[in-house]
């Protein structure tokens, strides 16, 4: 057999190698809807074991734990084990950005983007994670870079309430009612949108009466009863 026929033969098996993986991939996935998260768990570890560089197994092993009432933290060694063996798994890092908090998932957030400038995705995740830490004029700067790289983001009402919010913690009530706003012409029954709104009337020293009248639409449309109860002591 000469070199240039086994190069082919190669090729060839490396190909079929893929397709098979691409279809467990597909089984998985749909046991996974199906709620089967064990069960797709079992073909994605026979997967990794077959193909350790197979990044998107990983990703979505640590996905279908993270659903499994205390399985969070294996979710998340499933990542650690996958960036030791392959450091460039920007979307390991995305994923594990995702599935925890603070200045660490910050860290991973900002590398998932260095490995990707150009997907808003990473972006999107450090705006929250952002937010979460205190930092609204960072939040704010990756949610415009966000919204820069996939315009469509202008009609997401997760991303205008998370820029809204910081807006609001900033003083800048004016943006804020514009986001807002925009958020409830996308749906009229957004509880996260009315409850801005009301702090935002609050915060801006306006009607009190008006402040109230929207944190009552927040409650009625599904506020978390936690931060109703915490909130309406401001009314009292």
């Not at 998260?37 to 990794?48: F, K, M, Q, R």
């Not at 960036?83 to 925890?100: E, F, H, V």
């Not at 009530?173 to 702090?199: C, G, Q």
Request: with cysteine; aromatic share 8%; hydrophobic share 40%.
């Amino acid at each position: 057999m000469n070199k240039n026929t086994l190069i082919i033969l190669l090729f060839f098996a490396l190909l079929s190698c893929i397709r098979n993986m691409e279809k467990e991939m597909e089984i998985a996935e749909q046991l996974a809807q199906k709620g089967e998260y064990h069960d797709a768990i079992i073909i994605l570890d026979n997967i990794i074991k077959e193909n350790p560089q197979f990044i998107r197994a990983y990703t979505f092993k640590a996905s279908y734990l993270s659903v499994i009432p205390g399985r969070e933290s294996d979710a998340i060694k499933v990542l650690d084990d996958a960036i030791g063996i392959i450091p460039d798994c920007y979307s390991c890092y995305y994923t594990r950005g995702l599935l925890t908090s603070g200045p660490e998932a910050i860290s991973d957030a900002t590398i998932a983007i260095e490995g990707n400038k150009t997907d808003y995705g990473g972006y999107e995740l450090r705006a929250m994670l952002r937010r979460e830490e205190g930092d609204f004029t960072g939040a704010i700067e990756d949610v415009n870079k966000a919204i820069e790289l996939n315009p469509l983001l202008i009609k997401d009402s997760i991303i205008l309430t998370t820029r809204a919010g910081c807006y609001i913690e900033l003083g800048e009530f004016e943006k804020a009612n514009k986001d807002i706003e925009l958020v409830l012409e996308l749906d009229s029954t957004s509880n996260d949108a009315y409850f801005l709104m009301s702090m935002n009337l609050l915060k801006s020293g306006q009607s009190v009466k008006e402040a109230k009248h929207y944190f009552e639409l927040a409650k009625k449309y599904g506020l978390e009863q936690e931060v109703a109860i915490v909130v309406e002591k401001l009314f009292e």
